[in-house]
C-alpha cells in the first residue's frame, strides 16, 4: 500500500487501464474494524451471517479468534487465502493454521505445495529458453510437467478429494499438443488413475454465458461483438481441437480473415475526413 502513489484526492493509478483512477475507502481501516462493518452493515450475499467465513480466519489462524480489547491484541483476518498451490509466499501460514487446527487431510497438500515451491527453483526442472525466446530459466520442461500431473492426480487418491477437473486435463493436454506432445500424454498419465478424459465440451449454459460477456465487455474495448463473437466461435465450434499443426494453421487462416474483414468494414463506416 505505501508504494502506491496517489494523488491530491487520494486515488492512485490503475496498473492495467490507462487513465483510470482506484479508490481504496478502506486503506485505513484495521482488521478488526473490518469485520465490524462486515457483520453490522454488510451481510454475505450467500445469505445468512458471516460465522461461517469468520470459523475459516479462526481455523487458519490455528484455531485463535481472540475478541478485540485493545489495539495491541490481534484479531482475525490476517491469515493469507489464495490458491492452495501458491509458491509466491515461502510458507502458507493459512494452510498451516488449518492442520495446527485438526484438519490434519490438508498435510500431504502442503507436502505437495512445498515441493511446488523446491522444484520451482531447481534450473534442471526448467527449459533454458524463456517464452519470450531469450536465454535463461523457462517454463517447466515437460518431463517435470509430466511428473506434476503425475503427483497431483496421485495426490487425489491421498486425500480423497478432486483437486483437477477433466476440463483441465483436457485443457493441459491441448497446451502441451501446442508446445510438445504428440502422445496425448497427459491423457494417458490421466487413465494410469482411471480418469478417461475426453475433448473440452461446452454446454449450452457455457455458450450463452460467454456471449453475454462479449456483449458486456465489447463496447467497454471498444471492439464490435459481432467480430469478438466470431473469432469466440472459431475456437468454441469450428475448431474445438488443435490436434495436428495443419488444423492449426487453418485456424490461424480464418482469424486473419474475421480481422481483416473487420478492418475493412470499420473503415466503412468511418466518416469522411
Given at each position: 500500500m505505501e508504494a502506491r502513489a496517489t494523488n491530491s484526492r487520494g486515488l492512485n493509478p490503475h496498473n492495467e487501464i490507462p487513465d483510470a483512477l482506484v479508490m481504496t475507502p478502506i486503506a485505513e481501516w484495521a482488521t478488526d474494524q473490518v469485520w465490524e462493518y462486515?457483520?453490522?452493515h454488510n451481510p454475505p450475499p450467500w445469505g445468512g451471517t458471516h460465522d461461517f467465513m469468520l470459523d475459516?480466519?479462526?481455523q487458519a489462524s490455528g484455531g485463535e479468534c481472540p475478541v478485540v480489547l485493545d489495539l495491541n491484541t490481534p484479531s482475525c483476518g490476517?491469515?493469507?487465502f489464495g490458491c492452495w498451490t501458491?509458491?509466491?509466499v515461502k510458507e502458507d501460514k493459512s494452510m498451516r493454521g488449518f492442520i495446527d487446527s485438526g484438519a490434519?487431510?490438508?498435510e500431504p497438500l502442503n507436502e505437495f505445495r512445498n515441493w511446488l515451491k523446491e522444484i520451482r527453483e531447481d534450473t534442471s526442472k526448467r527449459d533454458g529458453i524463456r517464452r519470450n525466446d531469450s536465454i535463461?530459466?523457462?517454463p517447466f520442461s515437460s518431463e517435470t510437467r509430466k511428473l506434476i500431473l503425475r503427483r497431483l492426480l496421485a495426490l487425489e487418491k491421498t486425500v480423497g478429494r478432486?483437486?483437477?477437473e477433466d476440463a483441465e486435463i483436457a485443457y493441459i493436454q491441448q497446451q502441451w499438443t501446442d508446445k510438445f506432445d504428440v502422445t496425448d500424454s497427459a491423457l494417458a498419465i490421466a487413465r494410469e488413475f482411471n480418469r478417461e478424459v475426453g475433448t473440452v465440451t461446452l454446454t449450452p449454459e457455457d455458450l450463452s454465458r460467454d456471449l453475454a460477456l462479449i456483449d458486456e465487455l465489447a463496447p467497454r474495448f471498444e471492439v464490435q461483438s459481432i467480430w469478438a463473437t466470431d473469432l469466440y466461435s472459431l475456437v468454441t465450434e469450428r475448431y474445438p481441437s488443435l490436434d495436428s499443426p495443419s488444423t492449426r494453421q487453418q485456424l490461424m487462416e480464418d482469424v486473419i480473415k474475421v480481422v481483416e474483414n473487420a478492418v475493412r468494414q470499420a473503415?466503412?463506416?468511418e466518416p469522411a475526413a
Open positions: 462486515l457483520f453490522t475459516l480466519y479462526r490476517g491469515s493469507r501458491c509458491t509466491v490434519t487431510w490438508m535463461g530459466p523457462g478432486r483437486l483437477i473503415d466503412r463506416t
